[in-house]
């Protein structure tokens, strides 16, 4: 399990940008994290990631901290950031090379996934391209091929969809669902909440920093006072205070 507690962190220890963020992620599940711009979402995800260091509260898989053991703790993580980040001396082929070798996967284990996952998003042939010469769209296919080449334990994901055409789009779902038959947990951050409501098992809620709701849509609609409100309505009410 990915456990996230007591969590404080952001970039001044007198202002932090998130206060008190507690919750899970188990294997075989997808967690949705929403909420407004600027709520904390991506601050919450570099501090599980290592990327910050958290204020105070710890995150942990199976018990172990990024302190405790990093080997172990960064393996079994991997991360879609919002916005591409990628090598312009590097060729597409030379970033997959590069994520296979740092997680130390055997070549023909490499040739067999990263085929079928450059078939998938199409871009066979330009796996030999430098990725400057790229669509932004294509330059976020470049994190989605790298995440799903490892086949981590957890998948953190930071709007996921942006600048994606409608196939690739697809393809990114199915290979979320996938991901979470064959015991993948996923905490993805998306504003799409129609979509996070289709594909996610349970939700965070943040606004302002703080959690205000998490758990199932039933969860959250007992939390709230509720009954049967979609995660449109619950968003709304947890952001503003407004039922209908």
């Not at 129609?194 to 709701?213: N, P, S, T, W």
């Amino acid at each position: 399990m990915l456990s996230i507690q007591q969590l404080y962190g952001g970039y001044s220890r007198q202002f932090p940008v998130i206060k008190n963020i507690d919750f899970s992620v188990s294997p075989g599940e997808i967690v949705g994290l929403i909420g407004l711009n600027g709520a904390g979402k991506s601050t919450t995800l570099k501090n599980i990631l290592g990327l910050i260091t958290p204020f105070s509260g710890t995150v942990s898989i199976d018990g172990k901290t990024l302190t405790e053991d990093p080997e172990t703790f960064r393996n079994q993580l991997a991360y879609i950031p919002e916005t591409p980040l990628f090598y312009e001396e590097l060729t597409l082929w030379e970033h997959l090379e590069l994520t296979a070798s740092a997680y130390r996967m055997p070549p023909d284990l490499l040739q067999e996934r990263a085929q079928s996952l450059l078939t998938r998003f199409r871009m066979q042939k330009v796996k030999n391209w430098f990725p400057d010469t790229f669509s932004k769209g294509m330059q976020q296919k470049i994190m989605i091929l790298c995440a799903f080449l490892v086949k981590p334990r957890f998948l953190i994901i930071d709007e996921p969809f942006v600048g994606l055409d409608l196939l690739a789009t697809q393809s990114l779902l199915e290979l979320l669902q996938s991901g979470k038959k064959e015991g993948m947990g996923i905490l993805m951050s998306t504003h799409i909440l129609g979509m996070a409501e289709k594909y996610c098992d349970r939700f965070v809620l943040i606004h302002e920093g703080q959690m205000r709701l998490k758990g199932t849509l039933a969860e959250m609609n007992q939390q709230a006072g509720t009954q049967n409100k979609s995660l449109d309505e619950l968003f709304m009410i947890a952001i503003e205070g407004k039922q209908s």
